[in-house]
């Protein structure tokens, strides 16, 4: 069974500091999706960034990225001069062929002004 | 394209009752999941429809709920009868055909509180 797990429940960055928020995930599966959703308190889930199992590049968009490691299954986003207004839930999940999504419980970010 | 719609956006009702949520999916969209959000379980999976046909429902809890998807623009999540232990966030999502170009886009939840 496919699991997602965020080992950080918290994170806090500083204005305009860059913050690292972990996920790992467990399959046997070669190739399948992995996202970064955004729920702000509206509750609105919001797309960050997605990958593609099977590409190497890490993918980019603006002030977001990962770093996939497929053999450590291990996808990592990274937020580049946080703005007040990344402050927000942050789900890392994982999908494979049947559109199965599989969320991790969320790391709650807070951004200082 | 105004998104995914649900309706309502927040409903509080009392134990018995029958509640209904709704959704339209964003057009063209062929795949269409409602999901359930709570503290304890996070995110759930409760049933996918593709081109309005029910796929998998292994995630629905248990009889009292269940879904419908009568045409491309509408779906349905019944709950009958309601207990306390159902209140949670409920979101809509919907994909196109084709996993590989398009992911999941969510709707904004309704919020169910059943006293």
């Known amino acids: 069974a496919q699991t997602v797990t965020q080992s950080q429940p918290e994170m806090s960055v500083q204005e305009a500091e860059t913050v690292t928020l972990s996920c790992t995930y467990d399959?046997?599966?070669?190739?399948?999706?992995l996202f970064w959703y955004k729920q702000p308190p509206s509750r609105q889930m919001i797309l960050v960034i997605r990958?593609?199992?099977?590409?190497?590049q890490n993918a980019t968009e603006n002030r977001f990225s990962v770093n996939f490691q497929k053999a450590a299954k291990s996808f990592s986003l990274k937020i580049s001069d946080s703005q007040l207004g990344d402050a927000a839930m942050y789900f890392c999940?994982?999908?494979?062929?049947?559109?199965?999504?599989?969320f991790g419980a969320g790391t709650r970010l807070t951004v200082k002004p | 394209d105004a998104g995914v719609i649900q309706s309502p956006r927040h409903e509080v009702t009392e134990m018995g009752q029958e509640v209904t949520l709704r959704c339209k999916p964003i057009?063209?969209?062929?795949?269409l999941f409602w999901y359930r959000q709570t503290m304890m379980r996070g995110l759930e999976l409760l049933i996918y429809?593709?081109?309005?046909?029910?796929?998998?429902d292994s995630g629905m809890p248990e009889d009292r709920f269940s879904a419908k998807m009568p045409n491309a623009s509408f779906s349905t999540l019944k709950i009958q009868p309601s207990e306390p232990r159902d209140s949670a966030v409920y979101f809509c999502?919907?994909?196109?055909?084709?996993?590989?170009?398009?992911?999941?886009?969510f709707g904004p939840g309704t919020r169910l509180t059943v006293l």
């Open positions: 429809f593709n081109n309005n046909v029910p796929i998998d």
């Open positions: 399959t046997s599966e070669s190739d399948y999706y």
């Open positions: 990958q593609e199992a099977y590409k190497q």
């Open positions: 999940a994982f999908m494979y062929n049947n559109n199965d999504m599989r």
């Open positions: 057009s063209g969209h062929d795949y």
């Open positions: 999502a919907s994909s196109k055909l084709v996993p590989s170009t398009d992911t999941q886009y």
